[in-house]
């Protein structure tokens, strides 16, 4: 078979149902060759890492310039886990700010109320946040880890384990 890359390459077809083998044939002649197609995503995926850097940066820079601006405290924690802190916060907090006051109901006064709480959280990484109210968003859900059936018990905490043995 030739491929679009004007390569030759011998393809088996035969686990290919019978009445499908033709069209995945045209599919495939399509297409570049395995060889092809692996240099061109191994060369997009160097240019791709650089995009992703660069767009890093960007947020980066616009997260530390917001936080500058409306007094933010520095994030303590790993440093892995840094930079994804600073950017998730400042992505957070203006999606907020546009669904509460933009688009919503809130005021001033409601927003720097958040804006408060949000200086409160001083940390990123496992266990960091500190302080962080309950309002306006509330906490999630704990997980249901048992089945609607008395008899199939999904849940692995050995007091619902013993409660389904007894019911």
Do not use: Y
Not at 39 to 46: G, I, N, Q, T
């Amino acid at each position: 078979m030739e491929h679009a890359c004007s390569h030759r390459v011998d393809h088996d077809l035969s686990n290919r149902p019978a009445d499908k083998r033709a069209g995945f044939a045209r599919w495939l002649a399509s297409k570049d060759c395995t060889d092809c197609w692996k240099a061109a995503r191994d060369a997009d995926s160097a240019s791709k890492e650089k995009w992703l850097a660069e767009k890093r940066a960007e947020e980066l820079e616009a997260a530390a310039t917001w936080a500058k601006q409306f007094d933010m405290p520095q994030l303590e924690g790993p440093a892995k886990a840094l930079d994804w802190g600073e950017r998730s916060r400042h992505q957070l907090m203006m999606a907020a700010h546009t669904a509460l006051v933009v688009e919503g109901s809130w005021d001033a006064a409601d927003w720097a109320e958040l804006e408060e709480k949000a200086r409160s959280i001083s940390g990123v990484g496992r266990g960091r946040v500190t302080g962080v109210s309950t309002s306006p968003f509330p906490s999630a859900a704990r997980p249901n880890r048992t089945c609607e059936s008395p008899r199939i018990r999904l849940s692995t905490s050995p007091a619902s384990a013993d409660a389904g043995l007894r019911s």
